[in-house]
Nanobody, 125 residues
Framework: QVQLVESGGGLVQPGGSLRLSCAAS????????IGWFRQAPGKEREGVSC????????YYGDSVKGRFTISRDNAKNQVDLQMNSLNLEDTAVYYC??????????????????WGQGTQVTVSS
C-alpha cells in the first residue's frame, strides 16, 4: 500500500522550533517531487516547501524562507521539514504530498497526487 505518513506536529510557543517528518512507503516507482503544504482554518492550502527527487533542488514559500529547511533521507525514504522561528501565522495542518509527474509550479497542490493525513502544528503562547 502506497502511503505517506506525517509526524512531528504539536504545540509550540512563538519563536520555537518543530521538525516534521514524512515517511513514504509502498512506492514501486520513483516520484518526481515531494512537497509540504499547510492549511489553516478558512484559508486555502498553501505550498510551504518542495524537494525535487531528481536533482535535490529545494523550493520555499516566501513566508517561510530563511526559517524552514526541507531535507531528504534516502535511506529512510523520508523527507523532513525543520521549522524554526515559528510564529502564530504558521499554525495550520501540515501535509506532505508526492507528484508522480514533473511539476512546473511546485506550489500548485493540484499537481500532487498522493497526500498524507496531515499533522497539526499550533503556535501559541
Amino acid at each position: 500500500q502506497v502511503q505517506l505518513v506525517e509526524s512531528g506536529g504539536g504545540l509550540v510557543q512563538p519563536g520555537g522550533s518543530l521538525r516534521l517528518s514524512c515517511a513514504a512507503s509502498g512506492f514501486t516507482s520513483e516520484y518526481y517531487a515531494i512537497g509540504w503544504f499547510r492549511q489553516a482554518p478558512g484559508k486555502e492550502r498553501e505550498g510551504v516547501s518542495c524537494i525535487s527527487s531528481s536533482d535535490g533542488n529545494t523550493y520555499y514559500g516566501d513566508s517561510v524562507k530563511g526559517r524552514f529547511t526541507i531535507s531528504r533521507d534516502n535511506a529512510k525514504n523520508q523527507v523532513d521539514l525543520q521549522m524554526n522561528s515559528l510564529n502564530l501565522e504558521d499554525t495550520a495542518v501540515y501535509y506532505c504530498a508526492t507528484a508522480s509527474v514533473p511539476v512546473e509550479i511546485w506550489s500548485d497542490a493540484a499537481l500532487y497526487d498522493l497526500w498524507g493525513q496531515g499533522t497539526q502544528v499550533t503556535v501559541s503562547s
